[in-house]
T-cell receptor, first 110, second 111 residues
C-alpha cells in the first residue's frame, strides 16, 4: 500500500462544476502539499498545510490530521484548471523528504 | 518563485556517456532535492542535500551521484547513462517556511 493515496486517479467534469480531490496518508507528517502540473509543464506549489484550511482564489485545501486526510476543492471549475494535481507529504523525520501521491488527472470540458 | 534554474532543459545523449544536470538557486535555501518523474511511477526521490557537502540517497539512487560544493548549486551526475534513465528530472528546494519550489524540469533522453 502506498504511503500517500489519491482519489480519483482521473476526473472529467464540465466547466462550472465543484471539484474535490482526496488524499490519504499513512505516515507521520510535518506538512502536506498540494501541487499542480500542467501537461508538459513544471510543478507549482498550490498549498502547504499543517492544519485546518487554506483558500486561494477558487481553490480550497483542507486537512484533518487525526484522520490523516486532505482534500483539494476547486469551485466554479474552468478548462484552465485542467492539470495533474499531486498530493505530497513532508515526513516528520530527517530532511523531511517528500512522499508523493500518484496524482489526479483533472480535465474540465467547456 | 525561489529562483531555481535547471540546466540543460533538454538533452539527448548516448548510452554509456556521463551526464551532469545542474540545479541552481539564488536564495540560499538549505534543502535541495533531485527527483525523476516517469509515467506510472510519479515523482521519485533520487538524492537530496541538507547543506554544503551534506547529501544522502533517496529511493532510486542507483546509477546517480550528486555533489553540492556551494549552497546555490546541486549537481546530479549519471556516471554512465542507460536507457532506463530516460526521464524528466526535477530539482526542488524547501524554504524555511516549508514551501516546496520546483525547477522547470530537465528532459533527458538516453539513446
Amino acid at each position: 500500500k502506498n504511503e500517500v493515496e489519491q482519489s480519483p486517479q482521473n476526473l472529467t467534469a464540465q466547466e462550472g462544476e465543484f471539484i474535490t480531490i482526496n488524499c490519504s496518508y499513512s505516515v507521520g507528517i510535518s506538512a502536506l502539499h498540494w501541487l499542480q502540473q500542467h501537461p508538459g509543464g513544471g510543478i507549482v506549489s498550490l498549498f502547504m498545510l499543517s492544519s485546518g484550511k487554506k483558500k486561494h482564489g477558487r481553490l480550497i485545501a483542507t486537512i484533518n490530521i487525526q484522520e490523516k486526510h486532505s482534500s483539494l476543492h476547486i469551485t466554479a471549475s474552468h478548462p484552465r484548471d485542467s492539470a495533474v494535481y499531486i498530493c505530497a507529504v513532508s515526513q516528520l523525520q530527517g530532511a523531511q523528504k517528500l512522499v508523493f501521491g500518484q496524482g489526479t488527472r483533472l480535465t474540465i470540458n467547456p | 518563485d525561489a529562483g531555481i534554474t535547471q540546466s540543460p532543459r533538454h538533452k539527448v545523449t548516448e548510452t554509456g556517456t556521463p551526464v551532469t544536470l545542474r540545479c541552481h538557486q539564488t536564495e540560499n535555501h538549505r534543502y535541495m532535492y533531485w527527483y525523476r518523474q516517469d509515467p506510472g511511477h510519479g515523482l521519485r526521490l533520487i538524492h537530496y542535500s541538507y547543506g554544503v557537502k551534506d547529501t544522502d540517497k533517496g529511493e532510486v539512487s542507483d546509477g546517480y551521484s550528486v555533489s553540492r560544493s556551494k549552497t546555490e548549486d546541486f549537481l546530479l551526475t549519471l556516471e554512465s547513462a542507460t536507457s532506463s534513465q530516460t526521464s524528466v528530472y526535477f530539482c526542488a528546494i524547501r524554504s524555511a517556511g516549508n514551501t516546496i519550489y520546483f525547477g522547470e524540469g530537465s528532459w533527458l533522453t538516453v539513446v
